[in-house]
């Protein structure tokens, strides 16, 4: 299994809904990744979860909350979104932690809409 | 602040010609990848260069990089229409999982 999985695909939520993005691997990778891709920009990074702790915020705002329950779940929650938050949001996993990470594994994205 | 920049952004070409996408970055890095991204979807890992002079080839697609140069070349041979998308470079100077991308090349092949 070398696959990064990743619900659900589509989102559309208002600014005052809470919804949750899903990614899930098998691999035995022991960091996960949440990045967030405007259209036509490239990806950039939010969170690095390394061996199932928070290790890097790239200084995302609080309505963004990462969660990681166990080494193959990765969470982000979301909460009074904005309309510019609209975005495609893109997990990824490396085999070793933050120090060593080797290549990304990246999911097929969640594209959110918020309204 | 580690920057990375792609030129050319667009790239419009016939069938069967060459062409190189250049990813030039700021600081020092012995790390550096490609991925292909067609429109709405993921990344797709293309190849992963890991020291300097390291030159890997895909079908139609040839990677090098220069660490000294800072330079990473994403050569297109015979180009056909299924290799339209948008090429991105990635760097990870320090081997953390923490990607910095340049700003893509969108390829468009035409018949």
């Known amino acids: 299994d070398t696959e990064v999985t990743q619900t659900p695909k589509h989102l559309v939520m208002g600014m005052t809904n809470k919804k949750s993005l899903k990614c899930e691997q098998h691999?035995?990778?022991?960091?996960m990744y949440w990045y967030k891709q405007k259209a036509k920009k490239p990806p950039e990074l939010m969170f690095v979860?390394?061996?199932?702790?928070?290790?890097i915020n790239e200084s995302v705002p609080s309505r963004f909350s990462p969660e990681c329950p166990n080494s193959s779940l990765l969470n982000l929650h979301l909460h009074a979104l904005q309309p510019e938050d609209s975005a495609l949001y893109l997990c990824?996993?490396?085999?070793?932690?933050?120090?060593?990470?080797?290549?990304?594994?990246f999911g097929e994205g969640s594209r959110l809409t918020v309204l | 602040e580690l920057k990375v920049e792609q030129n050319p952004l667009f790239l419009s070409m016939q069938e069967e010609k060459n062409y190189t996408i250049y990813c030039n970055y700021s600081?020092?890095?012995?790390?550096l990848y490609w991925y292909r991204q067609d429109p709405g979807k993921s990344l797709e890992s293309l190849f992963v260069?890991?020291?300097?002079?390291a030159v890997k080839q895909e079908g139609r697609l040839m990677a090098s990089l220069d660490t000294k140069a800072r330079l990473s070349t994403l050569h297109i041979t015979a180009a056909v229409h299924d290799l339209s998308a948008t090429y991105f470079c990635?760097?990870?100077?320090?081997?953390?999982?923490?990607?910095?991308f340049g700003q893509g090349t969108t390829l468009q092949v035409k018949p």
């Open positions: 990824a996993s490396s085999l070793k932690g933050l120090s060593g990470a080797g290549e990304l594994f």
């Open positions: 979860y390394s061996y199932e702790k928070l290790s």
């Open positions: 691999m035995g990778h022991r960091a």
């Open positions: 990635a760097v990870d100077t320090g081997n953390t999982g923490k990607l910095i």
């Open positions: 600081t020092t890095s012995d790390r």
């Open positions: 260069l890991l020291s300097n002079g």
